[in-house]
């Protein structure tokens, strides 16, 4: 049998393929398609440079009326001389075909009416590469966790992730905030994790050091910047310091010199800076971080690693640099690892601030 859209001019094709793939979408999220008003989508054919003209798009239009592939209200026929404000949808055919080939939800799931279009969306992200039998006990799961409430919120996050959902400490922070209160789950509401960070604190210390990663915290430590500055290791992403920030009584310290040291005396410190990778996310990290340390500057050491960053010493942000997640800030498509600093620099640096003006063009560069 012939395809019958193989009689249509290209840009009624054009159209047609744009039209059944924003209705498939709007059906995978929300369990139902989309129609749209007539002159709403004269203008949004022509934005798309579907339709080169106005009375192009409407000529398209009536070619799609005409051979059936659009409905329109009983006795109305769009077309260059009629230009009506009427709403438009795909013909129950097109409509038909679509719903036959698009994925449908297991009814094993047995998800509530508004937890199925939140699973839906989940689909079209890491969700839809899981096993039906992983799906199902991912549901089951939810549905237990739920019906725990509020007892379950006794626990961290990551106890009532690995308890009840299929053994893994992260998922509950994972999926989809969405989909998790589709099931009346509230990850506000559980335990902060005790947080325990590594820190080297001298007798009397003359500042703080925050640094990303482990290695760079044991560099800064050999050459000697823990005699004078009191040094905190964020263990990446900052999320360990930034939770503790805000729930400082279940922090400890753990490294040389912390014995009745708490993480507030620490924060009181004169001139905190910060140091990681140059890369925006490590930028964001200090970003983050700075949210409850107002006073947080970045760390001098930026310095040489900027310089070094835009004369070419960089690497691409890809899955073989263990980059592959990161956001990408505008045009910002390189970057340079803290470990790249030698040890003099390290020394000098350590405890100085960058200059106001460089750290909000970074600033301004990650907000892009």
């Known amino acids: ?3 019958a859209t193989l009689m249509l001019s290209e840009a009624a094709r054009d159209t047609l393929a744009w039209l059944e793939g924003e209705w498939q979408h709007a059906y995978s999220r929300g369990g139902k398609g989309k129609g749209w008003r007539s002159f709403t989508l004269i203008q949004m054919l022509q934005q798309k440079n579907i339709c080169e003209t106005e009375l192009h798009a409407w000529q398209v239009l009536e070619e799609l ?5 659009i409905a329109l209200p009983a ?3 769009l077309s260059p001389r009629a230009m009506l404000p009427v709403k438009v949808e795909l013909a129950a055919a097109r409509r038909e075909a679509l719903i036959s080939v698009s994925p449908s939800l297991d009814p094993r799931l047995a998800l509530e009416p508004r937890q199925h279009s939140a699973w839906r969306r989940a ?4 969700l839809g590469s899981w096993s039906t039998e992983d799906q199902l006990a991912l549901a089951e799961g939810l549905r237990r966790l739920a019906n725990d409430l509020p007892s379950a919120y006794q626990l961290s996050p990551y ?3 690995a308890r009840y959902l299929l053994g893994s400490s992260k998922l509950l922070e994972t999926l989809p905030t969405e989909l998790v209160r589709a099931f009346g789950i509230e990850l506000d509401r559980f335990q902060a994790a005790e947080t325990w960070l590594l820190a080297s604190v001298p007798e009397q210390p003359k500042g703080l050091l925050l640094i990303e990663n482990a ?10 910047c823990g005699e004078r500055l009191a040094l905190i290791c964020t263990f990446g992403y900052g999320l360990s310091l930034a939770n503790a920030l805000e729930s ?3 922090v400890r310290l753990v490294g040389q010199g912390t014995a009745g040291v708490t993480l507030a005396d620490l924060l009181r410190l004169p001139s905190p800076t910060y140091w990681g990778d140059l890369d925006p996310e490590g930028l964001r990290i200090y970003q983050k971080l700075r949210r409850s340390l107002p006073e947080l500057a970045l ?3 930026f310095g040489p690693m900027l310089a070094a960053l835009e004369t070419g010493t960089c690497h691409p942000l890809d899955a073989l640099t263990g980059k592959a997640g990161q956001r990408v800030a505008g045009d910002w498509q390189r970057g340079l690892d803290q470990e790249w600093l030698e040890d003099m620099q390290v020394q000098e640096l350590a405890g100085s601030a960058l200059p106001l003006c460089v750290q909000n063009e970074l600033m301004e560069r990650i907000s892009q």
């Open 299 to 301: 760390s001098a050491l």
């Open 159 to 161: 106890v009532a992730s």
């Open 123 to 126: 689909q079209e992200g890491s």
């Open 248 to 250: 400082g009584d279940r």
């Open 75 to 77: 006795g109305v026929l």
């Open 215 to 224: 290695q760079s915290f044991s560099q800064a430590c050999r050459v000697g």
């Open 65 to 69: 009326g005409r051979a059936e592939f």
């Open 1 to 3: 049998m012939r395809d």
